[in-house]
């Protein structure tokens, strides 16, 4: 893991999973203040931000920004929370919800890595998120880079 990152996540752990959650999504995301299309061709703006509510050609500014992060990862944060039934420490938490802003809700219901995880492969549920790597079939380095930051993440114990 790269050590600014991890400095920042190191900090970031009296906030939790969700202050947690929060850099990583920043560092790898990145901020755009313009709607772009993303590696897979889907609008976006912000970190990442997807969704029908994006305006194409305006200018977004930090706060609105940071709102739309807030409110996609308090969402995300859901999805694991609804859909996890084993304990789980912040760090598994935030590399989780991480894992769902970027792969979405939908893929993360019905991955192996949510019936591992469940089924009490912790080990294995988080060795799953090597797997999702590709963007139109092909691997993105990018995505390498983020995986193995959440899987170092959510084999962390405590």
């Known amino acids: 893991m790269n050590p600014d990152l991890r400095n920042r996540l ?22 755009r203040y313009t709607p772009y299309r993303d ?20 200018r977004y500014n930090a706060a609105e920004c940071q709102y739309l992060l807030d409110s996609d990862l308090k969402a995300a944060m859901a999805v694991v929370n609804v859909n996890v039934t084993v304990s789980l420490t912040e760090s598994q938490k935030a590399a989780l919800a991480s894992f769902v802003y970027n792969v979405g809700s939908g893929a993360f219901e019905r991955s192996t890595l ?3 995880l469940n089924a009490g492969d912790r080990a294995g549920a988080c060795n799953e998120m090597r797997r999702w790597k590709y963007v139109d079939g092909k691997v ?9 930051v959440e899987r170092e993440l959510c084999l962390t114990p405590s």
């Open 10 to 31: 190191i900090k970031a752990t009296a906030g939790g999973a969700i202050a947690m959650a929060t850099v990583l999504i920043q560092w790898h995301e990145g901020v």
């Open 39 to 58: 590696s897979g061709g889907v609008l976006s703006v912000c970190y990442g931000h997807t969704g029908s509510d994006i305006v194409p050609g305006k």
């Open 114 to 116: 949510l019936k591992k």
């Open 140 to 148: 993105s380095k990018g995505l390498v880079s983020r995986r193995a």
